[in-house]
């Protein structure tokens, strides 16, 4: 880990390169134009990021960090599972309005570095964690794998339209109708009966408890019990 004066001068560099990543796209990120933003010399950036293509994926990264910390504060701000889920949903759609190149740069077709796609497996982890007090607290309709699914496909279906929609037109609205919509479709109304008493609410809890080291079971047969368990909470046969 860098420390000292290297440490600001990379923070430094990466600032400015976020920034400009924001502001101008991918190219407006070339090793002149961050050197002068930054107030360093290009010989700086090469040695410590490489060639610009190693400079996108170390400010991707840095953008990353920042955000994964901001999901850490709001995936259990309070003790409503679902209302935590919620602002993670806000939180998402507003990181990828303001950082559409870096959103880009994380879903899109070109090839991600090892620590990126590390990142980004994180942030699914987050969801489905976020997802799973969902299901301890017998609000959930279906297996927490598919929840997540199918609560991230909305939320990147709904991010990659408003995108491809100018600024001036995008509907804010939508996104509060995509959320509910997808809360609505894995999540059990509230004053509904609770789901934890019914079969399928019983095999998402119990699945659930199959991820604690204390479970008396082989790996295989904890692999095949969630499959089984995983089949039952979505109704497949």
């Known amino acids: 880990m860098l420390t000292g004066p290297r440490a600001s001068t990379s923070n430094g560099i990466l600032e400015a390169a976020a920034e400009l990543l924001r502001d101008g796209g991918v190219e407006a990120v070339s090793t002149r134009a961050v050197a002068a933003a930054a107030g360093t010399q290009p010989p700086n950036i090469y040695r410590r990021f490489g060639d610009k293509q190693g400079l996108l994926e170390a400010v991707t990264l840095h953008i990353l960090h920042n955000y994964i910390a901001q999901m850490r504060r709001v995936a259990y701000q309070s003790d409503d599972s679902v209302e935590d889920l919620r602002h993670l949903w806000d939180l998402y759609v507003t990181f990828a309005m303001t950082q559409p190149e870096c959103f ?59 995108l491809a929609i100018p600024a001036v037109k995008r509907d804010w609205e939508l996104s509060d109708i995509a959320r509910e919509n997808a809360l609505a479709n894995i999540v059990v109304a509230s004053g509904a009966s609770n789901e934890r008493n019914t079969l399928i609410g019983r095999a998402t809890a119990l699945r659930q408890t199959l991820d604690d080291d204390g479970v008396p079971l082989m790996r295989a047969e904890r692999e095949v019990m969630i499959e089984w368990l995983n089949r039952i909470a979505d109704g497949r046969h």
Not at 110 to 135: L, N, P
Not at 140 to 159: D, E, N, Y
Request: aromatic letters at 6%; charged letters at 20%; proline letters at 2%.
């Open 104 to 162: 880009a740069l994380i879903y899109g077709p070109t090839r991600r570095g090892e620590a990126i796609s590390a990142a980004a497996e994180t942030m699914k982890s987050m969801i489905q964690g976020a997802i799973g007090r969902v299901a301890d607290d017998g609000r959930l309709r279906m297996s927490v794998m598919r929840a997540t699914a199918l609560f991230r496909s909305c939320g990147v279906g709904f991010v990659l339209t408003q």
